[in-house]
């Protein structure tokens, strides 16, 4: 019984919030984003944290709720959730961490677009748009915050028919890399050749279903390990804005 006694506790204190943060809490003490936060942390956390009513989705109420509890926040980013209040347990729709989130008008529920920090620089901007009962992620973009120029997060590889290379270009500079999509077969070989830069370009190649990245060297093929798709970042060192043309091939 001593054990139970903060978890009754807890249970007794939610009770007394408005059925948002009630919800909030619940879906915290339920959930694996609670970190350092013990149950008054918690409770303490839905207590706090801003409603946002954003509408009715089969007659329940749909609320947006940002989380600023130190225990639960990461070094720049805070958790946020979409929720849909109905009978029985809160129906999470969109969760995430963010520096901000802001809603856009849209027919049905207004489209959410959640900022992450990234670096001083950047910020990794994330679009959802409520589309046949559930929200879907639309757009994925990197924000630049001093100019807000975008660049999309692995920009797909388009091959001519019956072609199997293809020119990339842009401009990069450090923390404003490019990042590149394409789909390949194992045992298959990259070659990324034909590079002009006025800056030394860094390529990483990330390997498909996993986190792991490799360095590729223009002119030294590369014989992928897997079937599946790939992504090219193309960075560099230099601080100011370089543009860069290349050549990818797929043999």
């Given at each position: 019984?001593v054990?139970?006694?903060?978890l009754?506790a807890a249970?007794l204190g939610?009770s007394q919030l408005?059925?948002?943060?009630a919800?909030l809490y619940?879906v915290?003490?339920?959930?694996t984003?609670?970190g350092?936060?013990?149950a008054?942390?918690?409770r303490?956390?839905?207590?706090?944290?801003p409603?946002?009513?954003?509408?009715?989705?089969?007659?329940d109420?749909?609320?947006?709720a940002e989380?600023f509890?130190?225990?639960?926040?990461?070094a720049?980013?805070?958790p946020?959730?979409?929720l849909r209040?109905?009978?029985g347990?809160?129906?999470v729709?969109?969760?995430?961490y963010a520096?901000?989130v802001k809603?856009?008008?849209?027919?049905?529920l207004?489209?959410?677009?959640?900022r992450m920090?990234?670096?001083?620089?950047?910020v990794?901007?994330?679009?959802y748009?409520?589309r046949n009962?559930?929200y879907a992620?639309?757009?994925?973009?990197r924000v630049?915050?001093?100019?807000?120029a975008?660049?999309p997060?692995d920009?797909p590889?388009?091959?001519?028919?019956?072609?199997?290379?293809?020119?990339l270009?842009?401009?990069i500079?450090t923390g404003?890399?490019?990042?590149?999509?394409?789909?390949?077969?194992r045992?298959?070989?990259l070659?990324i050749?034909?590079?002009?830069s006025g800056?030394k370009l860094?390529?990483?190649?990330?390997v498909?279903?996993?986190?792991?990245f490799?360095?590729?060297?223009p002119?030294?093929?590369?014989?992928?390990p897997?079937?599946?798709?790939?992504h090219l970042?193309v960075?560099?060192?230099s601080?100011?804005d370089?543009?860069?043309a290349l050549?990818l091939?797929?043999?």
């Open positions: 019984m054990l139970l006694a903060p009754v249970f939610a408005d059925a948002p943060h919800a619940d915290l003490a339920q959930g984003d609670a350092g936060c013990d008054a942390q918690l303490k956390a839905a207590a706090n944290a409603i946002r009513p954003l509408g009715s989705a089969g007659g109420r749909v609320v947006l989380v509890e130190p225990c639960i926040c990461g720049q980013n805070c946020y959730y979409v209040l109905g009978a347990k809160p129906r729709l969109v969760s995430g520096i901000s809603t856009k008008p849209a027919p049905q207004p489209t959410i677009v959640a920090h990234d670096s001083a620089m950047v990794d901007e994330s679009t748009t409520y009962g559930a992620l639309t757009d994925s973009a630049r915050g001093d100019t807000e975008r660049k997060n920009a590889v388009h091959f001519a028919a019956g072609a199997s290379s293809a020119s270009h842009g401009s500079s404003w890399y490019d990042s590149y999509a394409f789909d390949a077969a045992g298959q070989t070659l050749d034909g590079v002009r800056a860094v390529l990483h190649l990330s498909p279903d996993g986190d792991r490799t360095d590729v060297r002119g030294t093929p590369f014989t992928l897997k079937t599946g798709t790939y970042i960075d560099t060192d601080v100011t370089v543009p860069y050549t091939a797929i043999r």
